[in-house]
């Protein structure tokens, strides 16, 4: 089944512990990508991947990390955590960079940052 | 302005009723658009990709106007399942940025 793996799906923890929510997707998408959602903000973009290797900031970097080594997975590293990084996340994978193919989308990774 | 507007919402229907949606989009170079739905605490899934010609899927229909930034959706004879958050996606800058409305509430009453 094609899809796209988040993990963990819940995860509370401390302000400055690091963490990491891993994404895989077995679809052989180019294009990954991770977003927050807040109340009354919407969906936004932290960091996108065009391909192995190529990443780049989205809307909201700030305070996060990514990497792309494979190109089934992108984790979303945050380094030193802070209440502010509450929020539900997902990742997101299209077949490629050309904007014209849709996303696909994890079940959502709900971080509370206490 | 934000890049990406739609109705606050949120609109309450009964079963049956024909709803329309409305977004708008400040970047004119924009290509590819898109409308998803997001039940509640759920990961947004694809409704329907925006055409140019404007396109339909059953009950749904997706109008697209450039020449006012627009994009529509509507959906006739509504269910009970068609409650959701419905959230226009607009491509911006050759697919490397996907812009998301902050979405408008359907909530179909039987």
């Known amino acids: 089944e094609a899809q796209v793996t988040q993990n963990p799906r819940y995860l509370i923890t401390v302000t400055g512990k690091k963490l990491t929510v891993t994404c895989s997707q077995n679809m052989n998408h180019e294009y990954m990508s991770w977003y927050r959602q807040d109340p009354g903000l919407g969906l936004r973009q932290i960091y996108y991947s065009m391909n192995v290797e190529v990443t780049d900031k989205g809307d909201v970097p700030e305070g996060y990390k990514v990497s792309r080594k494979e190109k089934r997975n992108f984790p979303l590293i945050l380094e030193s955590p802070s209440p502010n990084q509450t929020s539900l996340y997902f990742c997101?994978?299209?077949?490629?960079?050309?904007?014209?193919?849709?996303?696909?989308f994890g079940d959502g990774t709900r971080l509370s940052i206490l | 302005r934000k890049e990406v507007e739609q109705d606050p919402g949120p609109f309450n229907v009964p079963e049956g009723a024909t709803v329309a949606f409305n977004c708008t989009y400040s970047?004119?170079?924009?290509?590819?658009f898109f409308w998803y739905r997001q039940d509640c605490r759920k990961e947004p899934k694809l409704l329907m990709s925006v055409y140019s010609s404007g396109n339909e899927d059953g009950r749904f229909t997706a109008q697209l106007n450039r020449a006012s930034q627009y994009i529509s959706l509507l959906i006739r004879d509504s269910k009970l399942s068609d409650s959701a958050t419905y959230l226009c996606v607009v491509e911006d800058n050759y697919g490397q940025n996907f812009v998301f409305g902050p979405g408008t509430r359907l909530s179909v009453l039987p």
């Open positions: 970047n004119s170079a924009s290509q590819s």
């Open positions: 997101a994978s299209s077949s490629n960079g050309q904007g014209d193919q849709p996303q696909h």
